[in-house]
């Protein structure tokens, strides 16, 4: 049996107050209503409580990682899609800070440039006096704080909001942060890094308070944030006896499929936008197929148009998804031989430009049937698995 997992990013939505229709509904998806008419439906619970709705947590969860036990912070899982070597990684923002004070989380949106010249001055600096800690770069304001050392426990999260449980606060984590958008307007000696590494850190702050005005304007202050040890993911193949190939057109699903020891297929000329090469996904997906029976396709433009805030080309963006992956893809493969789930990560409504922590709908075409005709956020609460945890996910597409 083959298995297919298609992840549409952010697609989940509420309801237009102008139209009295989510963009699902609006939408004209012959191809997901075939599969959710033709199999079985319900809705699912992809953030575990306590944690923000990131694609990180909420692709995890659907891979059946549970990450109350093995995420460790959004910085690690970062530096995993950058590809990374270290032991220990912190997301870490240029801020701008005036009179003590956080102002600007996103270093007044320094370009990429200007971040480069910042990012490697302040590499210079750390050479001499801080030798594990090296900062690697990534787009505008967000970068990486990548820290050499091994240290005996874990540490991670961030007081103030983030990705933390009761557990993981109480046992795990030694070294608190905080997010810098969570603390905008807010003085900063305050919430300076706190417990374990606390001192290095503070220091690389007082390091880049320094060397950063000497090089621009944007950003004064270097922010480490959401940091832990590397995670130690247990390999798909362990899991299910399949290796797995991923294939997205983003690096973070990448990173998670190397974490999983899966295979990662990057595929040419792709956007992560609307005008994405949808043919090339679509193909990479079937080829996969012929070296491995789990093949997971996740496609990131729906969620980017959910960001913009814009109903329309959401909607267009989801007709376009039904036409050019899932039409495409069950066109060509001997649907009696494939079991395919397909659902979003998380809802990412239009209205509010950001994820929501809210359940999911999801279909599961190749097993049982149910009822629901068309897969809808509304219609697939009425499936026969009902709510469901997200984590249970993938025993059901692995037991169709
Ligand atoms: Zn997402």
Redesign the pocket.
């Known amino acids: 049996m083959k298995r297919l997992l298609l992840i549409p990013?952010?697609m989940a939505d509420w309801k237009n107050p102008k139209t009295g229709k989510t963009p699902l509904e609006e939408a004209d998806t012959p191809n997901m209503d075939f599969l959710a008419k033709e199999g079985a439906c319900g809705i699912a619970r992809t953030i575990p409580d306590g944690y923000e709705p990131g694609?990180d947590v909420?692709?995890l969860t659907i891979l059946g990682i549970d990450v109350r036990k093995y995420y460790t912070g959004r910085g690690p899982i970062e530096a995993l899609a950058k590809g990374i070597k270290t032991k220990i990684a912190f997301r870490c923002n240029l801020v701008y800070v005036e009179n003590g004070v956080m102002v600007d989380y996103s270093g007044n949106r320094i370009d990429d440039r200007e971040a480069e010249i910042a990012v490697n001055a302040l590499n210079s600096a750390l050479k001499e006096k801080m030798k594990d800690f090296k900062l690697y770069r990534g787009r505008s304001y967000r970068h990486i704080l990548a820290i050499d050392r091994d240290i005996d426990r874990d540490i991670g999260g961030d007081v103030g909001g983030n990705n933390l449980t009761e557990t993981n606060k109480t046992n795990l984590t030694e070294t608190k942060t905080f997010a810098p958008h969570d603390i905008i307007g807010k003085r900063i000696e305050n919430y300076l890094p706190k417990g374990k590494l606390a001192s290095e850190l503070r220091e690389f702050i007082r390091i880049s308070e320094k060397v950063l005005p000497e090089v621009t304007d944007k950003a004064n202050m270097a922010w480490p944030w959401s940091g832990g040890k590397m995670p130690n993911f247990p390999s798909f193949s362990k899991l299910r006896g399949v290796r797995g190939t991923m294939i997205s057109e983003v690096d973070l699903l990448q990173g998670i499929g190397r974490g999983l020891k899966m295979n990662v297929v990057e595929v040419e000329g792709v956007t992560g936008y609307i005008n994405t090469n949808y043919k090339g996904l679509a193909k990479a997906a079937l080829r996969a197929f012929k070296e491995d029976s789990f093949v997971v396709l996740h496609l990131e433009g729906i969620?980017e148009v959910s960001h913009e805030g814009n109903y329309e080309l959401k909607v267009e963006a989801i007709e376009l998804y039904d036409e050019k992956i899932v039409g495409y893809i069950i066109d060509r493969l001997d649907l009696s031989e494939i079991a395919i789930m397909l659902l979003p990560?998380?809802p990412?409504p239009v209205e509010k430009r950001t994820?929501v922590s809210e359940p999911v709908p999801f279909l599961v075409y190749g097993g049982k049937r149910d009822d629901v005709r068309m897969f809808t956020e509304k219609s697939c609460r009425k499936g026969m698995f009902g709510e469901i945890s997200g984590l249970k996910l993938i025993d059901i597409l692995f037991s169709s």
């Open positions: 990013d952010g694609s909420a692709n969620d990560d998380h990412t994820h």
